[in-house]
């Protein structure tokens, strides 16, 4: 039989501003890699929207949630960039790599 524990309710988990701002900070990270995941598979034609949406999640991160440090953001761009000039049909691998890539950035 399992035995489930009531979890307390601690004052540092009751700030609603806190888990609203990790909520969007969650939205904006997985629409930005929803955007990288699905270019140019959902539809060849928006591509280039498709990244730029990811791109603009990307900004958002940077700017709401003070990310800012030049050289993150120019690093990542950077791998935009190479993404929208090649144009190539990325296998899932490939956008899987952009993504880990990514996220390193965002961690150093």
């Known amino acids: 039989m399992y035995h489930i524990d009531t979890p307390s309710s601690p004052e540092h988990y009751s700030n609603f501003s806190i888990l609203k701002a990790l909520d969007e900070l969650s939205f904006f ?15 060849k ?3 280039f929207e498709d990244l730029q949406k990811a791109w603009n999640c990307a900004l958002i ?24 000039m090649e144009q190539v049909d ?15 950035i965002y961690h150093q």
């Open 45 to 47: 034609e928006k591509y």
């Open 90 to 104: 990325y296998s899932d691998e490939d956008r899987n790599s952009i993504i880990s890539q990514i996220e390193t």
């Open 29 to 43: 990270k997985i629409s930005m890699y929803k955007y990288i995941f699905r270019a140019g598979k959902k539809d």
């Open 61 to 84: 991160l940077n700017n709401k949630f003070h990310f800012y440090m030049p050289t993150k953001i120019q690093k990542i761009q950077q791998i935009f960039i190479k993404f929208f």
